[in-house]
C-alpha cells in the first residue's frame, strides 16, 4: 500500500514538473502565431473562439487578415474581380501548407477477470484471449485545413497508421466549405454555407474530434436485428452515427451562439466495412461508395442560449469576465433525425430469383449543453428504429418482421480544474434487445462488454493533463457492467471487467 | 525693462542647467533585442510624475511596442485594436529580486482604454490568459533617466544632470546589469548582460 502511494505521488509530482508555460505549433498555430489554447480548451475541445474560428471557414470572426502572421499568396490580385468573367476569379492560398500531424499512443490495464468468461462471438467462435496489460501505438495522422479565401474552406485528415498497423488507416474528413453564400442570395450573414466532400455528419458532439481517450458508445451503435424464425433477413445494418459520410451538407448559425442548423445528403452505405455474420448487404461494386440509390438525409437543430446579463457580452464571441474573455455560460438544446434505407438482397434455397428488402431505418434524439465557467455537463440521447422484412415460409416473398429498436446515450461532467489540468466524468449507456439476443458487442470493446443484458452501460471517470498545449497526458477508468456467463468450465460465474488506458498524444 | 530682467535670468538659468546636464550612452552587449537602461534611485530626490499617458496596444495578438519604459507615477493606457477579445494582467511586478503583487486589468471592448498608474518602480510582465504566446513588458524606471536601447543594442539618455549614480540595465529574460556611473557631461557606460 506504502509503495503504491509512493508510486502515485511519484506520478503527480513527475507532471507537476513537467507543466511549463504553453506553447504549441499545430496548423493554425503556425499561421498566426498563437497558441492551441486561443482555440482549445483541452485539444481537441473547442473553446468559444475556436467554435468561432470554425463556424467561420477557419478564420479569426472579424478582421482576419490583422492576425495572420504570414501572408498569403495571391492567385490573381483582388481587382481581377471587376474582369470577371474574362479571368478566373482570383482566391488565395495560405502562404506555408498548413499542415498538421498527430500522434497517439496507448497502455492498457484489465481486470484479472477479463478472461474469465469467453462467450462465443456473433459467428459462433471461441472467445479471444485478452492480455492484463497491453501497450498499443494508437494512430498517426496528417491534417490540413485553412482557406483559400472568399470563404471558401478546406480540411483534410488522413490516417497514416491505425494501431501500428499502416494498412488500416484512411481519409477522416476531406470537404471544401462554402462558408456564407447566404450573401450571394442576400440572406443573413452565416445563415447559409455548404459543405461538399466526405464528412463527419454534424453530430452534437464530434466522435472523430472527441478529447476522450473512448468514445461515446451510442455512437458506435450499429444495429443488426436479431435473426429471424422465420428463415433468412432481419436487419443487418452497419451505419453507425461515428461513419463519416459522403455527400453535401447545408448549414448556418453559430455554434458559439444562437441557432445552428446542418441538413444533409449522403451516400446510402450500410454495409461499409462488412459488419459481422458476413450479411447479404449489398456490397458497393468497385469504384462506387453507395450501396443503393437512395441518398441518406440528416437534419439537425440547435440553439445555445447565452445567459450573460450584459447584452455585449452575450452576443460576442466570448463573454468578458471580469479576469478577462471566457467560454460563455449557456445553455444550449438540439435535435437530430437522420433517415436512410438498408437495402439486402436474397437468394431463396435452390432458386436463383433475387429479393431486394428495401429496409427504412431512422436515427433521432436530443441533446443538451449546459457551461458554467469552467464546467462544462453535457449529454445525448438517441433513439434507433430499423424496419426488418425476411422470406415468408414459403420463401416465394418478403415480409414485415419486428423492427429492430435500441437506445441510449450519455452523460458526460467535464471540469477544468486548472487551463491544463481536466477532469471528466461519462456515463455511457445503449439498450439493445437484439444486441442482447445476438451476442453483438459494441465495436472495438472486446469479449469483455459482450452484452450479459439488453442493456450495456459503463462509467468512465477520467483526467486529462498537458503537458504542453500540443501534448496530452490522458487517463481514464472504465468501469464495465457486470456479466453473467459460465467459464471454460462450463461454471456460472458473474464479472465485471474493467478497463484502465493511458494516453500520450501530441500533435505539431 | 524688469520683464526683460527676468528673460535674462531665466535665459542664464537654463543655459546653466544645460551646461551641467549630460548624458549617458553607451551599449548594452551579451543579448540580442532591445534593452531598456536608467538610473536608479537617487537617494533624496524625487520626481514629478508625467501628465502623458504613453499606450500598451495590443494589435494582431502582441503587445504593442513589446517593451515600454515609463517613468513611476505613470499612467499607462491599455488599448485593445485587435477584433479578439484580449486581457492584460501581470502575475507580479519585479523589483530587482523583490516581487510585488500583480495586477489583472480584466477585459474591455475593442477599441477602448483602460488606464492604469504605475505608483511603484519595477517590471511588469505582462500577459493575456486567453492568447498564452502574448508577451510584452512595462519597464517602471524611478528617474525620468532612462532610454531604450535599439536592436544594437545602443542608447543615449539625455539630460542627466553630473553628478553620481547607479546605472541599471535590463533586458528581457536576462540578470539585471548595474553599475555606478559618474556623469560629467557626455559619459560612456557599457553594460553586459546574461541569463
Known sequence: MCKRNAAVCFLIIVFLLTVPSTYAIPAFSRQYGTSCATCHIDFPKLNDFGKAFKDSGFKFPKNDEDFIKIPPVMLGAPAQKEMFPKVIWPGTIPGMPQIGLRFNTFFQVYSRNRNTLVPPTADGGGGTFTPRTDFQPGLFSIFTAGNFGDGI?????????????????????????????????????????????????????????????????????????AASALGVGGVNNAFAFSTPGEGVELSGGHNYGGYHYSLAILNQSTNPNGPPGA????????????????????????????????????????????????????????????????VQRFTPTGSTTVFTAREPFYRTGGDFSFNYRTFNLFGLYMYGHDRSQVFNGAQTGLMG??????????????????????????????????????????????????????????????????????????????????????????????????????GLEWVY | MRRKVLAVLAAVMVLTLAANA???????????????????????????????????????LLFQPHILVVQVGTT????????????????????GGKKLPGKNLGTWPTGE?????????????????????????IVVAPTPYFAKTDKSGEFKIENVPDGAYTVVAWHEGAKNASKAVTVAGDTKADFTVSK
Open chain 2, 76 to 95: 499607462v493606457d491599455f488599448l485593445n485594436s485587435d477584433k479578439v477579445a484580449h486581457n492584460v494582467f501581470w502575475p507580479s511586478l519585479m523589483q
Open chain 1, 279 to 342: 450479411g447479404p448487404n449489398v456490397s458497393p461494386i468497385v469504384g462506387t461508395f453507395s450501396d443503393s440509390n437512395f441518398k441518406d438525409l440528416y437534419g439537425r437543430f440547435q440553439y445555445r442560449f447565452n445567459l450573460e446579463k450584459d447584452s455585449t457580452s452575450r452576443n460576442d464571441v466570448q463573454a468578458a469576465g471580469p479576469n478577462g474573455p471566457r467560454d460563455h455560460t449557456y445553455l444550449q438544446v438540439g435535435t437530430f433525425y437522420f433517415y436512410g434505407r438498408s
Open chain 1, 401 to 502: 418482421a419486428p423492427s429492430a429498436r435500441f437506445n441510449g446515450g450519455f452523460l458526460e461532467a467535464d471540469y477544468l480544474a486548472l487551463p491544463w489540468l481536466m477532469a471528466i466524468m461519462r456515463y455511457d449507456r445503449v439498450q439493445s434487445e437484439a444486441d442482447f439476443l445476438n451476442g453483438q458487442a459494441a465495436a472495438s470493446s472486446g469479449n469483455y462488454f459482450q452484452p450479459a443484458s439488453a442493456t450495456r452501460n459503463r462509467v468512465t471517470p477520467g483526467v486529462q493533463f498537458l503537458i504542453h498545449a500540443n501534448i496530452k497526458a490522458s487517463f481514464e477508468y472504465q468501469i464495465r457492467p457486470q456479466q453473467t456467463g459460465t467459464d471454460a468450465s462450463g461454471n456460472t460465474q458473474t464479472v465485471r471487467t474493467n478497463q484502465a488506458i493511458a
Open chain 1, 153 to 225: 474552406a478546406f480540411w483534410v485528415d488522413d490516417d497514416f497508421s491505425v494501431g501500428g498497423a499502416n494498412s488500416n488507416g484512411g481519409l477522416g474528413d476531406g470537404y471544401l466549405k462554402f462558408v456564407n453564400i447566404g450573401r450571394l442570395l442576400k440572406l443573413p450573414t452565416d445563415s447559409l454555407s455548404l459543405k461538399v466532400g466526405q464528412f463527419e455528419i454534424d453530430i452534437p458532439f464530434s466522435q472523430a474530434r472527441t478529447w476522450n481517450l473512448s468514445g461515446w458508445d451510442i455512437y458506435d451503435e450499429a444495429n443488426y436485428g
Open chain 2, 22 to 60: 549630460g548624458s549617458i550612452s553607451g551599449k548594452v552587449s551579451g543579448m540580442n533585442g532591445e534593452s531598456v537602461v536608467y538610473v536608479d534611485t537617487i537617494a533624496g530626490k524625487t520626481f514629478p510624475a508625467p501628465s502623458e499617458h504613453p499606450v500598451m496596444d495590443q494589435k494582431g
Open chain 2, 113 to 137: 482604454k483602460r488606464p492604469f498608474k504605475f505608483e511603484q518602480a519595477g517590471v511588469a510582465s505582462l500577459l493575456c490568459n486567453v492568447h498564452p504566446e502574448m508577451a510584452g513588458y
